[in-house]
């Protein structure tokens, strides 16, 4: 069941990534197929027409989408790793030990008793914890983001395809974020609401939520995640000072006006903010430990996408402004 949920996953994400790669391609008989892909992608001053587009306000539902799913799935990951992955060390262990942590002295518990996860088992339990946290981090700054920084001008719109493969991208992040586990997980909740309809509240045991023991596991993650993460927060922190930079330069809300943005990655490159998405999911890459294939079609996805959209805004700058930086690449600093 578990493989048929990561290959159903695989072929989601070959599917949305296969049509920007080949557009990306430049080969003249995919011509067509170039302007096609470039009319769904276009966005904010890219965006020509206003046919079957919508507002580009509508990022927020990109990211309310994340952030909703995000934790509804890192909540009873996190729930199912601090009751049934822990202590995270190679130590023997007993049910009876973490029953007498959680409920206060009471050796009844009825959570899989006989079951002894393996090390591995509770590391990919919790390292699914850890990737799921980037997630919500992120997903929950660009809600800020799209509320307090950025000041959309009114004539600012996406094509109705790009809204739709945005949902499916921010659908697909998380769920392919906690696929590794996340039919145990659903097992695990279905057992205790079964346990519950049997037992009534009275009967259950009365869990005590120990702080330090939901986040001792996660500091005790491998080289892989930690490494991960500080990549992740490098990105991070350069995408909110890109972003800031961005909704600055429209001084007043609605302004159909372009500045040319300076300051920070944008020294370097036409769309600074794209090339930190990029470092973020290398990020999350990196802290999956690059085992999992539906987090490497994840990255991929970002990087056609992203570069695609980078060489169309970094074409319009150049005719747009006479006096544009011609130091500057489209994405990737010295490269691209």
Not at 137 to 159: D, G
Request: with cysteine; net charge positive.
């Amino acid at each position: 069941m578990e493989l048929d949920l990561v290959s159903l996953l695989r072929l989601a994400w070959t599917a949305a990534i296969v049509p920007i790669v080949l557009a990306s391609l430049p080969v003249p008989f995919l011509g067509f197929l170039h302007r096609l892909v470039k009319g769904f992608a276009a966005r904010g001053k890219l965006k020509g027409s206003t046919r079957f587009t919508v507002p580009q306000r509508y990022y927020l539902h990109f990211y309310i989408v994340a952030v909703i799913l995000t934790t509804c799935l890192l909540i009873p990951t996190w729930f199912y790793a601090y009751v049934e992955m822990t202590p995270l060390s190679s130590e023997p262990w007993s049910y009876s030990t973490i029953t007498s942590h959680l409920i206060g002295g009471s050796n009844t518990f009825s959570f899989n008793k006989a079951r002894s996860p393996t090390l591995s088992q509770k590391y990919k339990v919790w390292q699914t914890v850890f990737l799921l946290l980037l997630m919500e981090i992120q997903a929950l700054r660009r809600v800020h983001e799209t509320l307090n920084v950025f000041h959309y001008s009114p004539s600012a719109r996406m094509h109705i395809f790009g809204y739709f493969t945005g949902l499916f991208f921010y659908v697909m992040v998380p769920i392919s974020l906690a696929s590794p586990c996340i039919i145990e997980v659903v097992n695990f909740l279905r057992g205790q609401i079964a346990e519950f309809i049997v037992k009534g509240r009275d009967r259950m045991p009365d869990i005590r939520i120990d702080p330090p023991g939901l986040v001792k596991p996660l500091l005790s993650l491998g080289r892989c995640q930690w490494v991960g993460a500080a990549i992740f927060f490098w990105g991070w922190l350069h995408q909110l000072r890109c972003h800031s930079i961005l909704g600055s330069l429209r001084e007043n809300k609605g302004a159909d006006e372009y500045i040319i943005p300076y300051g920070d990655w944008f020294k370097y490159v036409s769309c600074p903010h794209y090339f930190a998405e990029i470092v973020i999911y290398a990020g999350i890459l990196v802290a999956s430990g690059g085992y999992d294939i539906t987090v490497w079609l994840l990255f991929i996805f970002v990087v056609a996408n992203l570069s695609f959209a980078a060489a169309e805004t970094h074409r319009w700058y150049k005719q747009k402004f006479e006096d544009y930086p011609h130091t500057r690449r489209a994405i990737i600093p010295f490269i691209y």
